[in-house]
């Protein structure tokens, strides 16, 4: 019984430690963002000020960095959890048909 309460603490760390890397990318993400478009838009408006070239970048990042948000804060969570769950079952019944 002891081994099975080791086993899922070690589960528990395993996944929190994934879920703090994921945080950890995402706010990464987020703050090379929101320092380096700033310099973009420095940088546009000090070499060619008739043309804003400086959209695209921070359109397509920021793009990004909303996907980055959904998968680390949103949708996919509960799917994953129940997937999860969904093939253990299905190996511990493999596993005892054995």
């Known amino acids: 019984m002891e081994n099975l309460s080791l086993n899922k603490d070690n ?3 395993i996944k929190a ?10 706010y990464g993400n987020l ?10 838009l420095v940088i546009n408006l000090l070499t060619s000020p008739d043309y804003l070239w400086f959209y695209w970048p ?4 920021g ?5 980055h948000a ?4 949103g949708i ?3 799917w994953e959890e129940r997937k999860i769950r ?7 019944k493999n596993a005892k048909s054995l």
């Open 63 to 67: 793009f990004g960095v909303v996907l």
């Open 76 to 78: 996919g969570r509960d």
């Open 11 to 13: 589960f528990a760390y």
């Open 86 to 92: 969904e093939l253990m079952d299905e190996e511990r």
């Open 31 to 40: 703050t090379s963002y929101c320092l380096i478009i700033p310099f973009l």
């Open 58 to 61: 921070m359109l397509g990042w």
């Open 17 to 26: 430690a994934k879920r703090v890397k994921d945080l950890k990318g995402f």
């Open 70 to 73: 959904i998968g680390t804060f």
